[in-house]
């Protein structure tokens, strides 16, 4: 039975073979069973490198006239590697060392006003003085 179902096929390509469970069932199996739940994770993740590596085989193929399809297929392959092997195939994004450590990517906003540094040095004078005079008031 395992030699009809191949790398690329859906849960429910597969399952629409003859004598294979349907989807429901596997995925019942999923939850309920630890070794079958590991080789589904196997199965997976082969299917995440045939995703891989048929982006290549997508861009060999393609002509002139098929390029925008060929673009359209890649992206699809290209994301659902990335999703069923986010590890190997995600976008690897620079995570911010230290700080609050939630390891979301850091972003720092830099804004600048450029008129003369002694404008600006006033206007912060000013700033914290109406501060200081609020947080008397209070």
């Known amino acids: 039975m395992c030699e009809r179902v191949a790398a690329g096929m859906t849960v429910g390509q597969a399952c629409d073979l003859p004598g294979l469970p349907c989807e429901g069932t596997v995925y019942n199996w999923v939850k309920r069973y630890p070794e079958f739940a590991e080789a589904y994770g196997v199965a997976r993740s082969v299917q995440a490198h045939r995703r891989f590596d048929q982006v290549w085989?997508?861009?060999e193929a393609a002509t002139a006239e098929t390029a925008f399809l060929?673009?359209?297929?890649?992206?699809?392959?290209?994301?659902?590697?990335?999703?069923?092997?986010?590890?190997?195939?995600?976008?690897?994004?620079?995570?911010?060392?230290?700080?609050?450590?939630?390891?979301?990517?850091?972003?720092?906003?830099?804004?600048?006003?450029?008129?003369?540094?002694?404008?600006?040095?006033?206007?912060?004078r000013a700033a914290a003085g109406l501060a200081e005079d609020g947080a008397a008031a209070d």
Request: hydrophobic residues 40%; aromatic residues 6%; positive net charge.
């Open 57 to 59: 085989e997508i861009a």
């Open 70 to 124: 060929a673009k359209v297929r890649i992206e699809a392959a290209r994301w659902q590697a990335a999703r069923l092997a986010p590890t190997k195939y995600g976008e690897r994004l620079e995570r911010a060392k230290g700080g609050e450590g939630d390891g979301r990517p850091q972003l720092n906003v830099i804004i600048r006003r450029f008129a003369d540094d002694v404008k600006i040095e006033a206007a912060e």
